[in-house]
């Protein structure tokens, strides 16, 4: 096996940066015909591969690409879950290279979707050919494959895809790398994730943009108002102020936060690492804490009135937010989304009104860490890394995981190898050469420990 990769390496790579000069943005129209195109550009490797049966399943959005291997009705079969679509790249200006003409330095991937995740599906599909061209025993389980291209946009048809197909996509686990690990010296494996609710806001004043000088002083600006609501919903302490917010927050014990806490983390490099004299957030939990088993509130955009060169004295009609709580167990997204909806129309003044409109949502989720499935995991990267992984709990949602236990009844696992520096959604994504050809050669030392467990 570490012939074949080492013999191919140069190629696997040529092959992704290929994929990678594909924009396939699912949040913008004007890419829709790239995001088919890298659709096929799957269904071609994934043909080249070896998989079975590789199909483009229409939707109501964009297609699912599905492939399969079957080697015995009677072996255990793993459902491959990932995205190929990516985050839109704006703002085009910050990164060091463009976005969709990948480039390799330092020894790291440069290009929008490097890391999340069309470098970690693509470390699936050149797993699976590494099994069948090796030498070593070919392919030891049923491999079912399942890769949407609308993850960054909601995954608004993959629910009604998996209701619709529930004897296609049998299986007995789900595999999914689009997480990150620890460091490159210590590897881990996520066993949590936080749910999501999302939302955009817009606060309306006055029926057109006034002058700021003729009305100024007599008449509530939208933005001044927006800005007074947002700094409201957390207090002093970094709580969040929402009425029943925490009712239903899953609190760990002493001793589980004392575990937690064994995790390697240096306080002094994560503030180096994203430029910050000092951290924030919630009293009385560290910054691993808040970024994992607590639930934020956080604004991720902001506009109204003029923005343009030079000076345009206004009073702006509205302003308009987008805010997105990170929720943890057991937390739901409609119960939040209800709550922050209720009072974020209590708290604006009778001078303007409010509007809410969810986007998208989903539920936090904990895997179990004595599984078959994740000790198979533990092991291979036991094997290629030389060490245990570190079982953690992820900031980030992936809400299909919560949909795939409901709807399938099957448990994840988490085999991530991308690293929290990998500026994903950011200018200059990127993902290691190392952590590439990693990950290709531990996902099939997975799929044989977990072929052979009892």
């Known amino acids: 096996m570490a012939n074949y990769l080492a013999d191919n390496q140069t190629r696997f790579l040529n092959e992704l940066m290929d994929w990678l000069r594909i924009p396939s943005v699912s949040a913008d129209p004007k890419f829709h015909d790239d995001v088919l195109r890298a659709a096929d550009f799957l269904k071609t490797r994934l043909e080249e591969a070896g998989v079975q049966n590789v199909e483009l399943c229409q939707t109501a959005g964009n297609p699912i690409v599905y492939g399969e291997y079957v080697v015995s009705p009677d072996a255990k079969t793993v459902l491959v879950y990932g995205h190929y679509d990516v985050q839109p790249a704006d703002p085009y200006e910050l990164w060091t290279s463009p976005p969709f003409e990948p480039v390799i330095k330092d020894e790291k991937i440069y290009a929008r979707g490097a890391c999340d995740d069309k470098g970690q599906v693509y470390m699936h599909v050149k797993a699976f050919e590494m099994m069948m061209r090796d030498g070593q025993g070919g392919v030891p389980c049923n491999i079912k494959f399942m890769f949407e291209g609308e993850e960054e946009i909601g995954s608004?048809?993959?629910?009604?895809?998996?209701?619709?197909?529930?004897?296609?996509?049998?299986?007995?686990?789900?595999?999914?790398?689009d997480t990150g690990m620890l460091?490159?010296?210590v590897p881990s494996i996520e066993v949590g994730l936080r749910g999501l609710s999302y939302h955009e806001v817009t606060v309306t004043g006055p029926n057109r943009d006034l002058h700021s000088g003729l009305y100024g002083g007599a008449v509530a600006n939208p933005i001044n108002v927006l800005c007074q609501m947002i700094a409201s919903l957390h207090d002093e302490n970094g709580h969040i102020t929402i009425p029943g917010f925490y009712d239903n927050v899953d609190e760990l014990s002493a001793n589980e936060r004392a575990e937690m806490a064994k995790a390697p983390f240096s306080e002094e490099e994560f503030k180096k690492s994203i430029g910050l004299p000092a951290t924030a957030g919630e009293k009385g939990y560290s910054s691993m804490e808040r970024t994992s088993i607590r639930p934020t509130l956080d604004v991720n955009g902001i506009w109204g009135g003029y923005t343009g060169e030079g000076a345009k004295t206004v009073i702006a009609s509205q302003a308009h937010a987008k805010i997105s709580m990170r929720l943890v167990p057991h937390q739901t997204s409609a119960e939040i989304s209800e709550l922050f909806h209720k009072h974020f129309r209590s708290i604006a003044p009778a001078s303007v009104t409010v509007s809410v409109h969810p986007h998208h949502g989903g539920e936090p989720v904990v895997t179990p860490t004595d599984s078959v499935a994740y000790r198979a995991a533990a092991d291979a990267m036991e094997t290629t890394f030389g060490k245990r992984p570190v079982p953690t709990r992820g900031g980030g949602s992936i809400p299909i995981v919560?949909?795939?236990k409901s709807e399938l009844g099957l448990d994840t696992v988490l085999l991530g190898f991308g690293l929290d520096s990998d500026a994903i959604h950011s200018p200059n994504e990127h993902f290691g050469?190392?952590?590439?050809?990693?990950?290709?050669?531990?996902?099939?030392h997975f799929y044989r420990n977990y072929a052979e467990a009892k």
């Open 156 to 177: 608004n048809n993959l629910e009604i895809f998996v209701r619709a197909n529930k004897e296609k996509l049998k299986a007995d686990v789900i595999l999914i790398s």
């Open 183 to 185: 460091a490159n010296d």
């Open 433 to 444: 050469v190392f952590n590439f050809l990693k990950g290709i050669e531990t996902i099939p």
């Open 402 to 404: 919560a949909m795939f």
